[in-house]
Structure formats: structure tokens, C-alpha cells
């Protein structure tokens, strides 16, 4: 077997990533160290010379990490040490690969190099691995990757692991999201130990008895379902069995969004139901009352009526400016949000309305809103933890409209990770006079319109936000801000500036650095720079902050900053010509000692924004050498970069985007990269062609989506002008064809051009009226389709039923070769060049179904899309891509499969896939599975229906949401994406 590893090495190593093909060595190592020991330590000592020349030290970092467990096995005694030195110069390599990483590198670089040796050390060397953690520059990082250490030491054996050491590091996460989710993990791996015969040792009771302290209500309802289950059948521990009843009834109860507590309470019914039958009835019974009681009792009928109320909200805008609308019309917008079973969802509603009258001055209906609904919905969800702390945070521009004063006293009283969200929400609501929740995509120079009172309440804020780079960033569009322009030359007086100027240099001297982030003085440095740009100081000043520049240690660090100060220089001075070039070129030589491409790829990144204030040709350069680094740098995460890059090249020539798009060369192992930034450059011309209004032809409409989220982005910060409403209709068409989260952005961006070209005109009653109750109209539909009764839907269920009766089959256990034959016909006679497979509990038995694919269409393409949460519940080895190759050459066939992709992909927390069911999907047919594969006909009854061909493009669409990865979260949590090739 090993030998028939090695003959495919060459493959491997070719199509990467170079982590894999070295891991693969040393577990060849492992398993050689059984019967052949001497051929062990051969490719352990190869496979470190090989690791030693990679160029690259985040990936030679990431791959030493993975010596010590495996000399661990090799030679457990150290034998080799005097003849090899093996053991000395892994520990060397891997300590000077870290500090220089630690010392180099910015704090992206630094989490994404750190993150792989975190993971690999936590069980053979965690005390390293805890210091390392410990040791990053920014505390969210440092909570991420304590996080990723709790996550990776929960693999070790269940003998070893060590509880004590798990608590020490989840004490010193600060979020308390991140620190819930670890005891989460924690609490999952205890109840999956226990299952399997494993004893409660006392170092885990305390993660039992901490269950309370968990902020989010649904972590919580999960966690006490774990923690209830693992201490069935225990009498010593029935006080705290009850205890844990108690809180996960009194979570559940506060629960406030009415879909969310329904979906929760199934999910805490099904979780009870093997250990405690009775109290799961207990739970299904309140869960089907309660859903009977909503009318929105689902997420998507729910998310569906916000979103056309959101709609409504934004057209009722546009009646403001000119008086056109009654308080009849505020009226109806008041019975619609009241029927939300939310007061939370009820909350961020009444804060759109707020944010839309305090823009068109009317501060007192603001005051009335906030005093009459906002602030009572608040009062009833306090105490309820995260749900609390959000709905604070979303709605904290609205407070801040409606009284200044109080609105900072709500803020202050959150927990530290909220406060510098709402306090970051209010500064950027007072610059870009837009509210969080829009998309705004402001100009290259960054320069808001702002009053000196408006500048004066930004001091304020920055008094009060903790996290360096906020506060800096903020600090440089006050800088941007407060110069005279042409049209504005006169807009602030020099009393005035010299105000900001000092209140600026308190609030740096104060504020900057903070040693819970950057510990250096970088942003206290460009701060100053900002403040002498404002004053115009002379050369003396500038010299010293240059020489200040230059003394810090971090290569990327000091490279930011000597770049920065040199696009700061003032331009009138003589000598700023040759400064500026000097200060470039030594920015270029400290980006050059970065040692990790991912870095030096975000480092050219910085260098493009910022000369392109005074060098536009250079800034160019530095774009081509930002995505040629990212390209090299072969990180899975390296997208969000070059779509960043690719945005940039756009503004400056649409050729140049397409120049570096096709940068990305024919390898295969690139073939994810290329089409993902295709696609993106796609759609920015889409987004061209919507602004002039020109027809967009055979334009994905997804696409269309995204395109028109982006002309919303323009419109907001007023970057682009609004087309006529006539050329909008096709884009209105396009919407009415496809699922609502994706024609909300492009109606979106409708609503608000119609807005943005009549709301100030004699003509906002013609036009926009109509808008208004059109969008009204459609919020009432979308209540009336979500509050039919169930029994309706039944009747339906039970209709289609009977007319697709002649395109399904009921399997019964025994008649596995009828369901297969049922399949390979349908696949004869339906299978085009691809086969979407959505399958949330996929395991690697099921890839059986892939000898199918090869005996009736073997070129057919296969995307198979399940949840992460099912490979952790199923224990599927680590790494899963070579659990699943693998198990197809050693169970299923000799052959290779079909070009086959898995899509796996859930929530961070639990892991979800928000789809639950199983479709096979070809062009124009599918196939709904009533079970996996693997166990049609062996255990139980099921059953296998074909689509409609309207269906199946209805579901394909659904499923290319997260095969295109177009969906980022899921119910307000990230998704997390993984992608394995066959």
C-alpha cells in the first residue's frame, strides 16, 4: 500500500498544496515505522530536506509543525538524535521559522501562518502551541487562534486529553462568541467520549457547570442537550442533570425571534430524544404549539416578508424630502412590522425608519420612534445575552439620531467587542450619512462632507473605541475631510482646525497604541503624520516621524508606515518630490524581507491604494505585484485579495483587471483560483453595463445580484448617477425570476435609483408614490403566502403527490437492486455533462454512487455539496480529503472517478448546511433521494421522486448559492467553505 503512495508522489506533489504532499510523507513515515523503521526515518530525514529548501516560510513553517508528532512515533526515544540530529533541527527550524513570522509579517500574514502551526502542535506540543497563540499582535487574532488550538487538541485520543489545559486556554479567549463556541467543542467531544465507553473525569465537570455563562441563547440550548445526554444514566451527578434542565428551559424561553425558537426547539426535541423521551415530548409539544401560533413560524417565509418590508421602508424614504408622504403612511409601515413574532427583528425595522427620517430632518419623529417602540423592544430582550447585545449594536445609529447623549450610554453598557462595533457603526453613519446595513463604496480620496460639529462628535467616539486601526482609520477621513476643496475651500475656519488638530492629539496620546493590538507605535505615528497634514507642519515634524517609521522592528509593519507617510508628505514642499521616492523605495525593501507570499501579496496591495494619490503608474505595478505573489502564495483563503486587486485594476482600466485575471496560469490545481476571478470580473462589467443602462443580454442572474449590489454601494456614496426608471425594467424582470435573496439587492438598487433621480424633484408624488404602495402590496403578499395554514400545505404536499405518482418509487427494505435500476434509468436518460449532488450527511461509503456515473456517462462533471457538520458527527478522519480518495481506492474502485468536487459547508458554530434535503440535479431533471445512497433498500422505507424541470432549476439555483460560495452567512453566522477534488 505505501508503495503504491509513492508511485502517485510525483502527482501529488505537482498538484498540491505542498502541506498535503508533506503530510502525506510523514503519515507514509508512521505507518513504514510497523515493519520497516530504517525506511521510516530515510523519509523523515528526506522529507525535512525537502521542507528546508521551500522558499515560502508560512508553507515551511505550517510543514515543520508537523515533525514532532511524527517523530514522536518514529523514534519515541530520541534514538537518533546523536547520529542524525533530526530532533535539534526541527525544534530550531520550527522556533526561528515562528519568531521570524512573529517578527516580519502584519497580522493577516501572521493568523493565516500561525493558524496551520497552532493546529499541528496542539496535541504533541501544546504548551507551544498556547504560547504561540498568545503571542500574535491583535487580540482578535490571538481569540482565533486559541480557538483553533481548542479545536485541533479535541482530536487527540480520548485518553489524552487534558481537560485542565483545555479550560486555560478558553479563559484566555476575550470574544465571548469564540469562547462559547470552544466550550461548544468541548462539550460535543466530552458526550461523543462518553458514547463510546469512555469515564467523566473530573477536570471536564467545570465545562458542565459553565453553561450559563454561554451569551448566545441557541449555543446555549445546544450545549445543555450535550451536557444533559452525556450524564444519563448517572446518579452521582442527577442534581446537576436537573440544574441543566433548568437553564436549558430558561434559554429556550428567552429566545425572542419566533422562527428561531421554533427551528431551536425541534432541534432540542430531536437531541433529547435518545436519552429522555419524555422530556423531548415535552419540547416537541411546546415547539408545535408555538408554531401553530406564528403566522411566521419559518425563517424563510420570515426572512422573505423583512426583506420586502426593508423594500418598503426604502421607497417610503423617498416620499420625505419633498412632504409627500402622510402619517397614514407611517401608519401602515407600523401594523406591518408589529406583526413580526420579533422584537428584535421589530427593533432593526423601527432603527431604518429612524436612520431614513433623521436624513431628511425630521429629528423629532426620530425622537417620538425611538421613545414609542425602539427603546421599549430593547427593554424586553435584556438580559438575553448576544441577542441583546446585537440588536443594540444593529439599532445604534438610530439611538444616536434620536438622542445623542443616551444613545452612548446604551452603547457603553455592552460588552467590549460590541461597544467598538456600535461606536465604529455611529462614526461611519456621521461620514458616509449612510446607516451599517447599506453598502457603501466611497471614492479613491475618501473625503466625506462634514461639519465641524460632526467632527467634534467623532473625537467623541474615538475616545471610546478601543481597537488601534479603527481608530486610526477614522482619523485619516477626518484628515481627508477637513481640507479645503474647490468647491468647499471655506468649510471649516483655522480656529477650527486648529480645534480638531489638538482634540485629534489627545485622543492619539491616549488612545495609541493600545496593547491589547498592535503593541508598536505604527498607528500612533500615522496618526501624528494625519495630524500634521492638518496643520501643515514643516519639514522638522515630518523628518522625525520618518525616522520614528523607520525604527520599527516588523518588516510589514514598517513598510505600511514609511509608505503611508510618503502619500502624507505635503505636496507643496520642494522636497517632498525626492522623499517620497526614497521613503517608496524603502517601503519596497522592508515588503521584500517578508517572509510568507501571503503577506507580501497584502503588503503591494497597501503600497497600490496608497501611491495612487501621486503615482498612478506605480500603483499599477504594485497591483501586478500584489496578484502575482497571491497567485504563488497558493492559499485556499487568498480570494477575497485578488477580488480586492481585480476591483482596483478595474477602476483604473477594465483591460488591466482582465490583464491580471488571465495571470492565473492552466495548472489545475488553479483551476478553482481562475474561475473564481473570472467570474468576479464578470461580473464588474455587468455592473458597468447596468450603470448606463444598456442591455445586459444573457447575463447570469446571479450575477445580476451581485452586480447590483455594488451599484447600490456607488449610488450611496454618490459615485454614480441614477439612470432612468425605464432602463431599469429589464432588471425588474430579471429579479421576478429569481428566489428573493437574490432579486432583493438588484430591487434594492431599483428602489434607490428611482430615489435618487426624483425624490427632490416636483415629480416624487408621480413617481415614487406609486413605488411605495407597489412595495407595500408586496410585503402584504408575502405575509398572506406565509400565514397559510398547514393543514393548506398538506393538502398541497398531498396533491403533488398524486400527480407525480407515476414519476416515483417507494423503496422497502430488500429492494435495493429495484431503487438502483430506478436511478441508472433516469441517469440514461437525463444525465447531461454535469451531476449537482446535495447530500448534507454524506459520508465515504456513499461515494459508491460514483460507479453509477462511470457506467453511463463517465465525462460527466460531479459537484457534491454536504455539511461540515456531518463529517465532524460521522468522524470522518482528518484531513477528510484523503479520508474520502482513499476509501474510494481501498472499498469502491480501481478506476478513477469521474472529475468529481465536494462542497463541504456549515455555520462555524454546529457546522449546518441551511439546505437540509437530497436532490441529484442535471440539466432540465432531477432526482429527489429520500435517503443517502448507500442505504436505499437496506434499512427502511423511502422514497425517489423526479423533479419537475422547473423544479430541478429552482433547486440547482438554490444549490449554486453555496457551489459559487455567493452565500457568506447563515442566519447572521458565518458559513465556512471547503472544497475537495476527487
Given at each position: 500500500m505505501v508503495g503504491r503512495f509513492d508511485s502517485q508522489s510525483a502527482a501529488v506533489e505537482k498538484l498540491g498544496p505542498t502541506e498535503d504532499f508533506v503530510r502525506l510523507q510523514l503519515l507514509l513515515a508512521e505507518a513504514e515505522t510497523r515493519y520497516d523503521p530504517e525506511a521510516a526515518v530515510n523519509r523523515v530525514i528526506g522529507t525535512f530536506l525537502y521542507v528546508d529548501h521551500l522558499e515560502d516560510l508560512d508553507i515551511k513553517v505550517s510543514c515543520l509543525a508537523r515533525f514532532p508528532g511524527t517523530l514522536s512515533l518514529v523514534d519515541p526515544e530520541m534514538a537518533l538524535e546523536p547520529r542524525d540530529k533530526i530532533h535539534s533541527w526541527v525544534k530550531a527550524n520550527l522556533e526561528s521559522g515562528i519568531k521570524?513570522?512573529?517578527?516580519?509579517?502584519?497580522?493577516?500574514?501572521?493568523?493565516?501562518?500561525?493558524?496551520?502551526?497552532?493546529?499541528?502542535?496542539?496535541?504533541?506540543?501544546?504548551?507551544?502551541?498556547?504560547?504561540?497563540?498568545?503571542?500574535?499582535?491583535?487580540?482578535?487574532?490571538?481569540?482565533?487562534?486559541?480557538?483553533?488550538?481548542?479545536?485541533?487538541?479535541?482530536?487527540?485520543?480520548?485518553?489524552?486529553?487534558?481537560?485542565?489545559?483545555l479550560q486555560t486556554a478558553i479563559e484566555k479567549i476575550a470574544n465571548p462568541l469564540v469562547r462559547d463556541d470552544a466550550r461548544l467543542n468541548v462539550v460535543e467531544q466530552l458526550r461523543d467520549s462518553m458514547r463510546n465507553g469512555a469515564d467523566l473525569q473530573k477536570?471536564?465537570?467545570?465545562?458542565?457547570?459553565?453553561?450559563?455563562?454561554?451569551?448566545?441563547?441557541?449555543?446555549?440550548?445546544?450545549?445543555?442537550?450535550?451536557?444533559?445526554?452525556?450524564?444519563?444514566?448517572?446518579?452521582?451527578?442527577?442534581?446537576?442533570?436537573?440544574?441543566?434542565?433548568?437553564?436549558?428551559?430558561?434559554?429556550?424561553?428567552?429566545?425572542?425571534?419566533?422562527?428561531?425558537?421554533?427551528?431551536?426547539?425541534?432541534?432540542?426535541?430531536?437531541?433529547?430524544?435518545?436519552?429522555?423521551?419524555?422530556?423531548?415530548?415535552?419540547?416537541?409539544?411546546?415547539?408545535?404549539?408555538?408554531?401553530?401560533?406564528?403566522?411566521?413560524?419559518?425563517?424563510?417565509?420570515?426572512?422573505?416578508?423583512?426583506?420586502?418590508?426593508?423594500?418598503?421602508?426604502?421607497?417610503?424614504?423617498?416620499?420625505?424630502?419633498?412632504?409627500s408622504d402622510s402619517s397614514e403612511d407611517l401608519d401602515r409601515l407600523r401594523e406591518l412590522i408589529e406583526r413580526i413574532p420579533s422584537n428584535t427583528a421589530r427593533a432593526k425595522l423601527w432603527a431604518e425608519v429612524v436612520v431614513k427620517l433623521w436624513l431628511n430632518d425630521r429629528v423629532h419623529d426620530c425622537s417620538q420612534i425611538a421613545s414609542r417602540h425602539i427603546r421599549p423592544l430593547l427593554q424586553e430582550i435584556e438580559g438575553t445575552g448576544a441577542q441583546h447585545h446585537d440588536t443594540v449594536g444593529a439599532v445604534s445609529v438610530a439611538l444616536y439620531c434620536a438622542h445623542k447623549s443616551t444613545a452612548l450610554e446604551e452603547i457603553s453598557r455592552l460588552p467590549q467587542t460590541y461597544r467598538d462595533d456600535a461606536y465604529e457603526a455611529v462614526a461611519q453613519f456621521i461620514l458616509g450619512k449612510q446607516p451599517p446595513s447599506e453598502p457603501y463604496h466611497a471614492l479613491w480620496d475618501n473625503n466625506c462632507e462634514v461639519s465641524y460639529e460632526e467632527v467634534v462628535d467623532l473625537c467623541e467616539l474615538l475616545e471610546l473605541i478601543d481597537e488601534d486601526a479603527r481608530i486610526y482609520d477614522i482619523i485619516a477621513?477626518?484628515?481627508?475631510?477637513?481640507?479645503?476643496?474647490?468647491?468647499?475651500?471655506?468649510?471649516?475656519?483655522?480656529?477650527?482646525?486648529?480645534?480638531?488638530?489638538?482634540?485629534?492629539?489627545?485622543?492619539?496620546?491616549?488612545?495609541?497604541?493600545?496593547?491589547?493590538?498592535?503593541?508598536?507605535?505604527?498607528?500612533?505615528?500615522?496618526?501624528?503624520?494625519?495630524?500634521?497634514?492638518?496643520?501643515?507642519?514643516?519639514?522638522?515634524?515630518?523628518?522625525?516621524?520618518?525616522?520614528?517609521?523607520?525604527?520599527?522592528?516588523?518588516?510589514?509593519?514598517?513598510?505600511?508606515?514609511?509608505?503611508?507617510?510618503?502619500?502624507?508628505?505635503?505636496?507643496?514642499?520642494?522636497?517632498?518630490?525626492?522623499?517620497?521616492?526614497?521613503?517608496?523605495?524603502?517601503?519596497?525593501?522592508?515588503?521584500?524581507?517578508?517572509?510568507?507570499?501571503?503577506?507580501?501579496?497584502?503588503?503591494?496591495?497597501?503600497?497600490?491604494?496608497?501611491?495612487?494619490?501621486?503615482?498612478?503608474?506605480?500603483?499599477?505595478?504594485?497591483?501586478?505585484?500584489?496578484?502575482?505573489?497571491?497567485?504563488?502564495?497558493?492559499?485556499?483563503?487568498?480570494?477575497?485579495?485578488?477580488?480586492?486587486?481585480?476591483?482596483f485594476a478595474y477602476r483604473f482600466d477594465p483591460d488591466l483587471a482582465s490583464q491580471f485575471a488571465s495571470m492565473v496560469d492552466d495548472d489545475p490545481a488553479r483551476e478553482t483560483m481562475r474561475r473564481d476571478l473570472n467570474r468576479h470580473l464578470e461580473v464588474l462589467k455587468l455592473k458597468?453595463?447596468?450603470?448606463?443602462?444598456?442591455?445586459?443580454?444573457?447575463?447570469?442572474?446571479?450575477?445580476?445580484?451581485?452586480?447590483?449590489?455594488?451599484?447600490?454601494?456607488?449610488?450611496?456614496?454618490?459615485?454614480?448617477?441614477?439612470?432612468?426608471?425605464?432602463?431599469?425594467?429589464?432588471y425588474v424582470t430579471i429579479a421576478s425570476k429569481l428566489p428573493l435573496r437574490d432579486s432583493y439587492p438588484i430591487m434594492s438598487w431599483v428602489v434607490e435609483n428611482a430615489i435618487r433621480r426624483y425624490a427632490k424633484t416636483d415629480q416624487a408624488t408621480t413617481f415614487l408614490r406609486p413605488l411605495f404602495e407597489a412595495t407595500l402590496l408586496g410585503t402584504q403578499l408575502a405575509w398572506r403566502m406565509a400565514a397559510r395554514t398547514q393543514s393548506r400545505l398538506e393538502r398541497l404536499r398531498n396533491w403533488e403527490r398524486t400527480q407525480s405518482d407515476y414519476a416515483s418509487l417507494v423503496v422497502r427494505p430488500g429492494e435495493r437492486d429495484k431503487a438502483i435500476q430506478f436511478v441508472k434509468n433516469w441517469l440514461a436518460s437525463e444525465l447531461g455533462d454535469y451531476l449537482k449532488i446535495c447530500d448534507p450527511y454524506l459520508e465515504p461509503p456513499d461515494l459508491e454512487l460514483l460507479r453509477l456515473i462511470l457506467s453511463v456517462r463517465p465525462s460527466t462533471r460531479v459537484c457534491i455539496l454536504t455539511s461540515k457538520q456531518h463529517?465532524?458527527?460521522?468522524?470522518?478522519?482528518?484531513?477528510?480529503?484523503?479520508?474520502?480518495?482513499?476509501?474510494?481506492?481501498?472499498?469502491?474502485?480501481?478506476?478513477?472517478?469521474?472529475?468529481?468536487?465536494?462542497?463541504?459547508?456549515?455555520?462555524?458554530?454546529?457546522?449546518?448546511?441551511?439546505?437540509?434535503?437530497?436532490?441529484?440535479?442535471?440539466?432540465?431533471?432531477?432526482?429527489?433521494?429520500?435517503?443517502?445512497?448507500?442505504?436505499l433498500g437496506v434499512t427502511r422505507e423511502s422514497e425517489l421522486s423526479i423533479m419537475s424541470a422547473e423544479e430541478a432549476r429552482e433547486r440547482q439555483i438554490e444549490m449554486d448559492r453555496y457551489l459559487e460560495r455567493v452565500e457568506r452567512e447563515h442566519r447572521g453566522e458565518r458559513l465556512e467553505y471547503r472544497f475537495i477534488s476527487l
Open positions: 521570524t513570522i512573529l517578527d516580519a509579517t502584519a497580522q493577516h500574514g501572521e493568523g493565516e501562518a500561525v493558524r496551520q502551526v497552532v493546529a499541528a502542535l496542539a496535541q504533541t506540543k501544546p504548551g507551544m502551541a498556547l504560547d504561540l497563540a498568545l503571542a500574535l499582535n491583535t487580540e482578535p487574532r490571538r481569540d482565533s487562534a486559541l480557538h483553533n488550538l481548542v479545536e485541533s487538541a479535541l482530536l487527540a485520543p480520548q485518553d489524552k486529553l487534558d481537560f485542565e489545559f477536570a471536564a465537570l467545570p465545562f458542565l457547570t459553565q453553561l450559563n455563562e454561554i451569551v448566545s441563547l441557541g449555543e446555549r440550548c445546544r450545549a445543555c442537550c450535550l451536557a444533559y445526554d452525556l450524564l444519563d444514566g448517572r446518579d452521582d451527578h442527577e442534581g446537576l442533570r436537573s440544574e441543566i434542565l433548568i437553564q436549558l428551559h430558561k434559554a429556550w424561553e428567552a429566545i425572542d425571534v419566533g422562527w428561531t425558537k421554533v427551528h431551536i426547539g425541534y432541534k432540542v426535541a430531536s437531541e433529547l430524544a435518545p436519552s429522555s423521551p419524555n422530556e423531548a415530548q415535552v419540547y416537541l409539544t411546546e415547539t408545535d404549539r408555538l408554531r401553530d401560533e406564528l403566522h411566521l413560524n419559518d425563517g424563510a417565509a420570515a426572512t422573505t416578508y423583512i426583506a420586502c418590508l426593508s423594500l418598503a421602508i426604502r421607497a417610503y424614504s423617498g416620499l420625505l424630502p419633498k412632504n477621513v477626518i484628515a481627508n475631510s477637513i481640507r479645503p476643496t474647490r468647491r468647499q475651500r471655506d468649510r471649516f475656519s483655522q480656529q477650527q482646525i486648529s480645534d480638531i488638530a489638538d482634540r485629534l492629539s489627545r485622543i492619539i496620546d491616549n488612545r495609541l497604541p493600545n496593547p491589547r493590538f498592535i503593541k508598536h507605535d505604527g498607528f500612533n505615528i500615522l496618526a501624528r503624520a494625519q495630524v500634521a497634514r492638518i496643520n501643515r507642519t514643516g519639514s522638522r515634524e515630518w523628518d522625525t516621524l520618518i525616522a520614528q517609521g523607520r525604527c520599527i522592528a516588523n518588516a510589514a509593519d514598517r513598510a505600511y508606515v514609511l509608505c503611508e507617510i510618503a502619500s502624507l508628505l505635503p505636496s507643496k514642499d520642494q522636497s517632498t518630490g525626492e522623499k517620497r521616492s526614497q521613503l517608496v523605495q524603502e517601503a519596497c525593501s522592508s515588503a521584500e524581507q517578508i517572509p510568507t507570499r501571503y503577506d507580501k501579496s497584502m503588503r503591494y496591495e497597501a503600497f497600490a491604494d496608497i501611491v495612487k494619490r501621486f503615482d498612478p503608474g506605480m500603483s499599477k505595478g504594485f497591483l501586478k505585484k500584489a496578484m502575482e505573489a497571491a497567485i504563488e502564495s497558493g492559499r485556499p483563503n487568498v480570494f477575497p485579495i485578488q477580488r480586492r486587486i481585480i476591483d458597468s453595463k447596468m450603470a448606463e443602462g444598456a442591455d445586459t443580454g444573457a447575463e447570469s442572474r446571479l450575477n445580476h445580484a451581485r452586480a447590483a449590489w455594488m451599484l447600490l454601494g456607488a449610488l450611496n456614496a454618490s459615485r454614480l448617477e441614477p439612470v432612468r426608471p425605464e432602463q431599469t425594467r429589464e463529517q465532524k458527527q460521522a468522524k470522518v478522519a482528518e484531513p477528510i480529503e484523503d479520508t474520502y480518495r482513499t476509501y474510494w481506492r481501498q472499498y469502491i474502485s480501481d478506476q478513477e472517478p469521474p472529475e468529481t468536487e465536494i462542497a463541504v459547508v456549515g455555520t462555524k458554530s454546529d457546522g449546518v448546511l441551511p439546505i437540509h434535503d437530497r436532490w441529484w440535479l442535471t440539466r432540465g431533471s432531477g432526482i429527489r433521494m429520500g435517503t443517502s445512497f448507500n442505504s
